[in-house]
């Protein structure tokens, strides 16, 4: 094995002469032989070794460029099913950069709250999937998922914020009885009396007579969404009173 560019390589095409070191021209009076050895490991060795691991990255590296390129496509052939195992080969040259992607896998362990209730669904032994939801915290490159309320028992400095949101929307010229109607249409999980509805017991609709109604909730999506769609309402049945009488 010799390296392109060297005087080996050149010995290797039998010259008649070589140039020296210092320039001078010298008579190669011997014979040269070449004998094949593996130094390091053959192909055979190396594509069993890979094929065993199977690594999604290959990186040939410390080789002449030549040999690299034709073992890189030696395991191309070898590994070309993608169903299988298809690696991905690099022959960088020297100095150049590789970038590598790795996805590892991100556990998570469930405490407190989440934890008990998790285990409360295996023992029924139900095959039918649930949802959780809590937090996903990260600390000290641990994971864990937790119950909004466990939050400050099991971490330091942080604590659960929450965001009371109220609304004034005009309201005038139609009788309170007409925007329940209308929310009727639209949810089916309501509650009223003579001045209040209470939907998704998640946001309140208050009339506040004669000029108004005042729409309350504590910020999250589904409530957000809801209390949009009061506004929406509230503000039709101002833009088209005729419709409603």
């Given at each position: 094995?010799?390296?392109?560019?060297?005087?080996?390589?050149?010995?290797?095409?039998?010259?008649?002469?070589?140039?020296?070191?210092?320039?001078?021209?010298?008579?190669?009076?011997?014979?040269?032989?070449?004998?094949?050895?593996?130094a390091?490991?053959?192909?055979?060795g190396?594509?069993g070794?890979?094929?065993?691991?199977?690594?999604?990255?290959?990186?040939?590296?410390?080789g002449?460029?030549?040999?690299?390129?034709?073992?890189?496509?030696?395991?191309?052939?070898?590994?070309?099913?993608?169903?299988?195992?298809?690696?991905?080969?690099?022959?960088?040259?020297?100095?150049?950069?590789?970038?590598?992607e790795?996805?590892?896998?991100?556990?998570?362990?469930?405490?407190g709250?989440m934890?008990?209730?998790?285990?409360?669904?295996?023992?029924?032994?139900?095959?039918?999937?649930?949802?959780?939801?809590?937090?996903?915290?990260?600390?000290?490159?641990?994971?864990?998922?937790?119950?909004?309320?466990?939050?400050?028992?099991?971490?330091?400095?942080?604590?659960?914020?929450?965001?009371?949101?109220?609304?004034?929307?005009?309201?005038?010229?139609?009788?309170?009885?007409?925007?329940?109607?209308?929310?009727?249409?639209?949810?089916?999980?309501?509650?009223?009396?003579?001045d209040?509805?209470?939907?998704g017991?998640?946001?309140?609709?208050?009339?506040?007579?004669?000029?108004?109604?005042?729409?309350?909730?504590?910020?999250?999506?589904?409530?957000?969404?809801?209390?949009?769609?009061?506004?929406?309402?509230?503000?039709h049945?101002?833009?088209?009173?005729?419709?409603?009488?």
């Amino acid at each position: 094995y010799v390296v392109e560019g060297t005087l080996a390589k050149k010995i290797l095409s039998l010259p008649k002469e070589i140039t020296s070191m210092d320039g001078r021209l010298l008579p190669m009076n011997c014979s040269v032989e070449y004998i094949s050895f593996s130094a390091h490991a053959d192909f055979v060795g190396t594509s069993g070794f890979i094929e065993k691991v199977a690594p999604p990255h290959i990186v040939l590296v410390h080789g002449e460029k030549t040999e690299m390129m034709r073992l890189k496509a030696a395991l191309h052939k070898k590994f070309h099913n993608p169903k299988v195992y298809q690696p991905q080969v690099y022959t960088p040259a020297n100095t150049v950069d590789v970038v590598l992607e790795f996805r590892g896998e991100k556990v998570a362990k469930a405490i407190g709250r989440m934890a008990t209730d998790l285990a409360g669904h295996a023992k029924l032994k139900s095959t039918e999937k649930t949802n959780m939801s809590g937090l996903l915290v990260e600390h000290d490159f641990h994971t864990h998922v937790m119950h909004p309320h466990d939050l400050s028992e099991y971490t330091t400095n942080l604590l659960v914020g929450t965001i009371a949101q109220k609304q004034h929307v005009p309201f005038v010229h139609q009788p309170f009885d007409v925007l329940v109607l209308l929310v009727r249409q639209m949810y089916a999980d309501i509650k009223t009396t003579h001045d209040t509805i209470i939907v998704g017991n998640c946001v309140m609709v208050t009339h506040c007579p004669p000029e108004k109604v005042v729409i309350e909730w504590t910020a999250d999506p589904t409530a957000d969404m809801i209390a949009d769609s009061i506004v929406a309402l509230t503000m039709h049945a101002q833009a088209s009173p005729a419709s409603f009488k």
